[in-house]
T-cell receptor, first 112, second 112 residues
Framework: NAGVTQTPKFRILKIGQSMTLQCTQDMNHNYMYWYRQDPGMGLKLIYYSVGAGITDKGEVPNGYNVSRSTTEDFPLRLELAAPSQTSVYFC???????????FGSGTRLTVV | LAKTTQPISMDSYEGQEVNITCSHNNIATNDYITWYQQFPSQGPRFIIQGYKTKVTNEVASLFIPADRKSSTLSLPRVSLSDTAVYYCLVGDPWGSARQLTFGSGTQLTVLP
């Protein structure tokens, strides 16, 4: 039972490059989320999804895009990476907020 | 949106009971209170959730007074491994994910 799996764990990007952060969950959760966490700070919601084909912006969506073609997968796309996107990215899923979120182990991204 | 206020940091000794209080003065009728624990380089982990009075599980207890304007997470007999950041979230489980914001949390340090 893997839970929420994120890949890669670490990545260094050059300014202007693009990449996709992968997130997969095997718990058949309808809700999925992407957060970023800057050093010493709390988590900020980037995008979320309430089911396949449905996504919505969170608090800090600029510079990111998401898609949700299946229940299991919720990739996060970074276009034209900027140093301000250096952060740790966490994916999470839930069957409904009342049951709490299950988080992945995170992707540490550095943009240089 | 219900905002929360927590102490920035707390110190305790092994074997003691630790109580972390969260203030949420403008909590709404449908809002639940959820606590997460986060270790360095890991995603947050769901600890406990409640609506009113007292909730207990194998890890912690959550005390919520009648007016629900605050809540207290109680960790019995802490050990060094309980050193982590603890987040208090308040929100409607059936509402938008945008409402659930992670603040800076409380850094709990357990000393030997």
């Amino acid at each position: 039972n893997a839970g929420v799996t994120q890949t890669p764990k670490f990545r260094i990007l050059k300014i202007g490059q693009s990449m996709t952060l992968q997130c997969t969950q095997d718990m058949n959760h309808n809700y999925m989320y992407w957060y970023r966490q800057d050093p010493g700070m709390g988590l900020k919601l980037i995008y979320y999804s309430v089911g396949a084909g449905i996504t919505d912006k969170g608090e800090v969506p600029n510079g990111y895009n998401v898609s949700r073609s299946t229940t299991e997968d919720f990739p996060l796309r970074l276009e034209l990476a900027a140093p301000s996107q250096t952060s740790v990215y966490f994916c999470a899923s839930s069957s409904g907020t009342v049951y709490g979120y299950t988080f992945g182990s995170g992707t540490r991204l550095t943009v240089v | 949106l219900a905002k929360t206020t927590q102490p920035i940091s707390m110190d305790s000794y092994e074997g003691q009971e630790v109580n972390i209080t969260c203030s949420h003065n403008n909590i709404a009728t449908n809002d639940y209170i959820t606590w997460y624990q986060q270790f360095p380089s890991q995603g947050p982990r769901f600890i406990i959730q409640g609506y009113k009075t007292k909730v207990t599980n194998e890890v912690a207890s959550l005390f919520i007074p009648a007016d629900r304007k605050s809540s207290t997470l109680s960790l019995p007999r802490v050990s060094l491994s309980d050193t982590a950041v603890y987040y208090c979230l308040v929100g409607d489980p059936w509402g938008s994910a945008r409402q659930l914001t992670f603040g800076s949390g409380t850094q709990l340090t357990v000393l030997p």
